[in-house]
């Protein structure tokens, strides 16, 4: 009786024998092991390789994967297509010319027309086409509108960008004229790191309760800063303004510039920033021991930093290292002057409804000079 024998057989035999018969058999192994050749074609949808047998020993493909296999696949799927469009078409039809009977026998019924429901065929196709014409211009314009206003919003982390990349370190510019920007004299800043599109800062500026206060958003991406700045120009909002770039590169030439038109930054709020969990990038992290140091070098005694997160490692990691820094001091957020953290952000509203914890606290610069 003559055993088959199959791949996983062939691949598993590796003992070796002094028996000859034994090793007759495992030459035969060995002969046919070729023939077992799988196929190489990665299927992305099934996210695996093709298990099917190579025929052909010049290729690493099946007769379905060759490039002459795929271009007849391609083909004879769009056939397919064609014959169900068509298909469908011709149901939809059917029921369109129904629909329009329908509608006729309706109107001739309100009119109290003695004749009975037109069968004239001229009447019913013209009908049709009317309809058929109104329903196609309807979907067009439908198309049309939702390409045009197609949001642009990604998942996160297709919208974590690397801070430490050359193509986002864009110096400030030290010719901004903050007196053009902020007209009416204030004083105070509330800078909001990593601020998006603005939609938080925003809130902040149409408060009347904050009208002692010029806001700043800082965000890396510079397309969503133009963007915001054109909406507040729109809105006609004096007392806030975007800028692009690595907040961690600009800090010290924003606050030498502030300076000048003696405008004080008064608080910081780092919200949210973008989880790097991966090990390797943990550099990426806003927060880090040579950020604080900046800070503390920067800003005044009592100024605040508020920062907070629902990812609790990220929160963990931004308290100790400005638990760490012997020029901050951390308190719970309600124990400081802090008026911002009861103003949502989008992400907030977004943990509330998916009932997510946020951890936040606050870091005040201590009365120690910098050394």
């Known amino acids: 009786m003559k055993t088959k024998i199959t791949k996983r057989m062939a691949s598993s035999i590796t003992t070796t024998t002094s028996n000859p018969i034994n090793k007759k058999y495992l030459e035969y192994c060995e002969d046919i092991k070729a023939s ?70 309706h109107n001739s019924n309100v009119n109290n027309s003695n004749n009975s429901v037109t069968n004239d065929k001229q009447l019913l196709l013209e009908t049709y086409y009317q309809y058929k014409k109104q329903f196609n211009n309807n979907n067009n314009n439908n198309h049309t509108k939702n390409n045009n206003n197609r949001s642009k ?17 864009v110096p400030f510019d030290s010719t901004t004229n903050w007196d053009h920007i902020f007209p009416i004299e204030k004083r105070q800043i509330h800078i909001d790191v990593g601020c998006a599109r603005g939609e938080f800062v925003f809130r902040l500026a149409e408060e009347d309760k904050f009208n002692n206060y010029y806001f700043i958003g800082c965000e890396i991406r510079k397309d969503l800063v133009i ?12 007392n806030l303004h975007f800028i692009p770039g690595n907040f961690s590169n600009l800090i010290v030439d924003l606050h030498d510039s502030l300076k000048k038109y003696h405008l004080e930054i008064k608080s910081i709020s780092i919200q949210f920033p973008d989880p790097w969990r991966r090990k390797k990038f943990q ?21 605040l930093v508020y920062f907070s997160s629902d990812v ?43 009932f997510r ?12 000079e910098y050394v």
């Not at 020993?57 to 083909?75: D, I, Q, V, Y």
């Not at 550099?283 to 100024?303: C, M, S, W, Y």
């Not at 914890?357 to 120690?368: D, P, Y």
């Open 36 to 105: 077992f050749k799988q196929c190489t074609y990665y299927m992305k949808r099934k996210k695996k390789t093709c298990t099917r047998r190579v025929n052909d020993f010049n290729t690493h493909f099946c007769s379905l994967h060759t490039p002459e296999g795929l271009a007849r696949e391609r083909k004879k799927g769009e056939e397919t297509r064609k014959v169900y469009n068509k298909l469908v078409d011709k149901t939809c039809e059917e029921y369109l010319k129904e629909l329009v009977r329908m509608v006729l026998k």
């Open 153 to 169: 919003r990604v998942s996160a982390p297709n919208r974590m960008v690397n801070p430490l990349s050359a193509f986002y370190n």
């Open 227 to 238: 963007a915001a700045n054109k909406k507040k120009v729109k809105r006609k909002m004096s």
């Open 283 to 303: 550099k990426r992290l806003i927060v880090q021991n040579k950020f604080i140091d900046t800070l503390a070098k920067e800003l005044k005694p009592k100024t």
């Open 312 to 354: 609790e490692q990220i929160f963990e990691h931004m308290y100790s290292e400005f638990s760490s820094n012997k020029y901050f001091h951390i308190k719970n957020t309600n124990d400081t002057s802090y008026q911002f953290h009861k103003i949502p952000t989008e992400r907030t509203l977004v943990c509330e409804q998916t």
């Open 357 to 368: 914890k946020i951890w936040h606290s606050v870091a005040i610069r201590s009365e120690l």
